[in-house]
């Protein structure tokens, strides 16, 4: 099995680097289109039209990507045995959040695409800089090894 992962690891890496990027973006674009979503008159076809593109940006670039992400990170962490260093665990941490942040936001969609509004839109606007804070720690995490 290492023989594999150590051919493949340029590959892997690449590729969970690709997929960090996809997931980002739609942790970026989702929250926007909350807002403008919220804007749209209720039960007008633009309102309609905001949650079939929340839908694609959900189902078709934001849950494939952060389930590959998954897959891949924990492919490269066996593979580099780096479970016991402290900053993975931080990483993780931080991972694990944005994957719990964007669970809220589907929840959310869902609750937009039944007509409930309840938060305004400067909240949205708010929450649209979590992805951005835990990105940079993120990237802190891994290339910095503060820890």
Request: hydrophobic share 60%.
């Amino acid at each position: 099995m290492m023989e594999v992962l150590a051919l493949a690891y340029p590959w892997l890496k690449a590729a969970h680097i690709i997929f960090v990027i996809f997931w980002m973006a739609g942790l970026f674009m989702l929250p926007r289109f909350f807002v403008y979503h919220q804007e749209a008159p209720e039960g007008s076809a633009e309102a309609t039209a905001w949650v079939e593109r929340e839908d694609k940006l959900s189902t078709i670039i934001m849950n494939p990507s952060m389930l590959i992400v998954w897959v891949l990170g924990l492919a490269l962490a066996y593979y580099l045995n780096i479970w016991a260093q402290p900053w993975f665990h931080a990483k993780l941490l931080f991972v694990v959040a944005l994957s719990g942040y964007q669970g809220w936001l589907m929840a959310y969609r869902k609750k937009l695409a039944r007509g409930e509004r309840p938060l305004s839109g400067k909240r949205l606007r708010m929450l649209n800089e979590i992805p951005g804070i835990a990105a940079a720690v993120i990237v802190i995490l891994v290339i910095v090894r503060p820890f």
